[in-house]
């Protein structure tokens, strides 16, 4: 005798059945589910929102502050190359006079590390080579962030320190690059105070 087998079925009991489950949720199965219209145009008013808000927030650090930034920037660094080629004369002009560079025991500035202010950073050229002396046009307090001058009598060292334009002088003016500090400072010196 001979019994007729049936095949076996897959687990849920209908072999039709797509994914498990199914047999739950027959409707879903039997349909795609695309979402109702009003969520896709809400999707898409979304995405052209931030789209058009981040084109508006670039135009407008574009339009307004880049170009009062990049002047601004563009005014200091001119001012400080002014200020830098004022002091060279001035050093030149004392050096021929007295035979030396103004000597004093390192870098000093306008603003001494504690904050204080010194008027008379370079001692010397105030009054009878310069109406007076320079202080960066940043007009900071912080020490890191001036004119520095150092001098031992025969060679100096005057360079502007911790600007942030020093790209600019890189660009311009690459013999100005301080080789100690590379684009930190950049400034005048003589031969002998180069890696000062």
């Not at 002396?133 to 025969?154: M, W």
Request: include cysteine; charged fraction near 20%.
């Amino acid at each position: 005798m001979h019994r007729k087998v049936k095949p076996a079925q897959p687990r849920g009991g209908n072999k039709n059945l797509e994914f498990p489950g199914q047999a739950l949720y027959p409707k879903a199965a039997m349909t795609n589910y695309a979402p109702p219209p009003a969520a896709t145009k809400t999707s898409a008013l979304a995405v052209w929102g931030l789209i058009l808000l981040t084109a508006l927030a670039a135009w407008h650090f574009t339009a307004c502050f880049l170009p009062w930034y990049t002047s601004q920037r563009a005014e200091h660094f001119a001012r400080r190359l002014d200020d830098l080629s004022s002091l060279r004369d001035a050093l030149a002009a004392f050096h021929a006079k007295y035979g030396r560079y103004p000597a004093n025991a390192g870098f000093v500035g306008a603003i001494g590390i504690k904050g204080e202010v010194n008027g008379d950073w370079l001692p010397g050229l105030a009054g009878e080579f310069l109406p007076a002396l320079p202080r960066d046009p940043a007009g900071t307090s912080d020490p890191d962030k001036q004119y520095l001058y150092h001098g031992d009598g025969a060679d100096y060292k005057i360079i502007v320190h911790g600007s942030g334009d020093c790209a600019l002088a890189r660009k311009a003016h690459p013999d100005m690059v301080d080789p100690t500090r590379d684009c930190w400072a950049y400034g005048f010196w003589t031969p002998g105070a180069a890696n000062w």
